[in-house]
């Protein structure tokens, strides 16, 4: 048996005992803060430097007992907090060596695990901002300039208060998070997945490149349950993609609307990956306020991906899928019991006002029993084990990058950068808000092809929110703009994990898909700027339905225009007047929507 093999074992039930803890804690259990979200970072850790070795393959014993000593150590560090927090508050919040040196390898141990499930980047801004607040940041004149700390005080504020590791994105990830990626572990154990493919297949499957739009559908409906594009792009991908080939669509179109649709995953209520929960912290506002105005823009989103997979499909006249007749309604119904009941549990306990965590934790139960009423898929005793470890092998990456991006929000919040930054971005933008969302788009790419979503949100809420807001952006509207921005981060190469696990699944060219789910997910930039500029998220439910109705016209007319087909090949000159047109229903004014609609129909009257 190789070493890996050995490992299983342990990390199975390491995960189980984790997810156990989690469940616990976050419905029955008492312990503070701190020392949950100490366990939460030491045995997560411990699990990840298992799951996730030094080196790709473990090719020898000796890195395999490497990994599983630091491991130890991440739990021995995480026990080591708890026991020494009473100790440091008598001693007036003084370290010790012994404290500063267990801190100091705290912060490596997560650092490298950081690198190892998100890449360097994470460490690298860590470091950079870390030593900006005990070293260099005292060298730098101008706005800049900070006096520093000492290195222990950097320690103590890092590692025994809320301001860094075990700070609010570790609470976010401890409670929250965990619980919603452990109910979405439930649902797809309970059969979720095939439910939601056969039902987009049912909804879809009888319209012209039906395939693509399986994949549209299938991730919305996964959206509500994921919470990661990345799970949304294997879980429906595998089946979506070959689907959407066999249907006549090129591989890199294929996989580019599984990376497109997946991304949109994360937009769809009521689970919108842990970005939303920690918009949630940040903004003070309920979690339920937040899912509830993303509701339509996300379906906007969606609208977009599918308008150009039908426009596509038109284009290169593919036929629908000739397959629905073998799946019914009917049959399915029974099956997705399973995932309806939940679904609407959590909607509805959410709107009474139950907490995100309980309502997830209940959410959980009602997977279970409504599982005995399926006919393929009741769970049995394996299966919710098998759910609990799914749910800590999948909290892995997610919780290390929120625990690890703790430590770049504390040396911000230390520092003031993010009001520095703050004014500098209304200097260069001379106040005007369109140019303002320009170079904070322009932020998102960069920041996009080095980090994941969540760290990317997590930079440019920080840093450019507070500018939003003194441009007139109300605070919900300048977060969300932010949140959706950050999500190029799945398909913005290098990093747009989204975008290569769907081109391995299509066999194609990562950098091929990467450039079709760009043209895809243009809705990422054009609906933010709803945002800023319409009621969309701040106006009564009229104005909101308005914005939507019209935006929708608008959004493919802008697909036509960009794809160049409406019903036609369409020359150069018709898609630059297309284009203009389009502008016109994203411009919150009647008289402008009713010019708008007649210069399209004149222009359809003109050219058929």
Known sequence: MSAKNKLQPVIYWLAIAISGFHLWVNTFGTISEFWRNSFHLGFLGALGFFIYPFRSVRSSRLWTI?????????????????????????????????????????????????????????????????????????????AFYFRGMTLNRVLYRMCFTDE????????????SVYMFVLFASFLLKSGGTDFIINLARIVTGK???????????????????????????????SITIPMMKKNGFKAPFAAGVEAAASVGGQLMPPVM????????????????????????PAVMYFATVGFYVWLEAHQRKLENLNETHTISLRSIGREGISFILPILLLIILLILGYTPTYAAGYSIIAVFISSWFSQHHPMGIRDVLDALALGAENMVVTGILLVAAGLIIGSIAMTGVSIT???????????????????????????????????????????????????????????????WLSQDSNITPPVCLAAYAAAGIAKT????????????????????????????????????????AFGLVGLFVLTAAISGYFGRRINKLERIGLFGISLMFFYPNTLVYIVGLLLLLLWRFLAF
Request: net charge negative; aromatic share 10%; charged share 5%.
């Open 66 to 142: 490497i990994d599983v000593l630091l491991g130890i150590l991440m739990i021995a560090t995480a026990i080591y907090f708890i026991l020494a927090e009473n100790a440091v508050i008598e001693r007036n919040l003084e370290l010790t060596v012994i404290d500063s040196l267990v801190g100091a390898i705290a912060i490596i141990l997560t650092l490298e695990l950081g690198r190892r499930t998100s890449g360097i980047i994470i460490p690298f801004l860590s470091l950079f901002c870390l030593s900006y607040v005990f070293w260099w940041g005292k060298f730098i004149n101008g």
């Open 273 to 296: 990956g842990a970005g939303a929960f920690i918009m949630a912290q940040f903004t003070g506002l309920p979690y339920q306020t937040i899912i509830a105005v993303a509701f339509l």
């Open 421 to 483: 930054f703050s004014g500098i971005l209304i200097d260069w933008s001379g106040g005007n808000l369109f140019l303002a969302l320009v170079m904070i788009t322009l932020a998102s790419l960069v920041l996009g092809m080095g980090l994941p979503v969540t760290a990317a949100y997590i930079m440019l809420a920080v840093l450019a929110a507070p500018a939003l807001e003194n441009m007139g952006v109300s605070l919900l509207a300048a977060h969300m703009i932010i949140f």
């Open 164 to 175: 860094g590791l075990f700070g609010n994105t570790a609470s976010i990830s401890s409670t």
């Open 509 to 548: 060219s990562s950098a091929a898909t990467a450039i079709e789910a760009i043209k895809l997910a243009k809705g990422l930039y054009i609906i933010p700027l709803l945002f800023a500029f319409t009621p969309l998220i701040d106006g009564s439910w009229s104005e909101q339905l308005a914005v939507f």
């Open 207 to 237: 319209i012209a490149g039906g395939s693509g739009l399986v994949a549209v559908v299938a991730s919305g409906l996964m959206g509500t349950i994921s919470g990661s594009a990345l799970a949304n792009t294997v879980a429906t991908g």
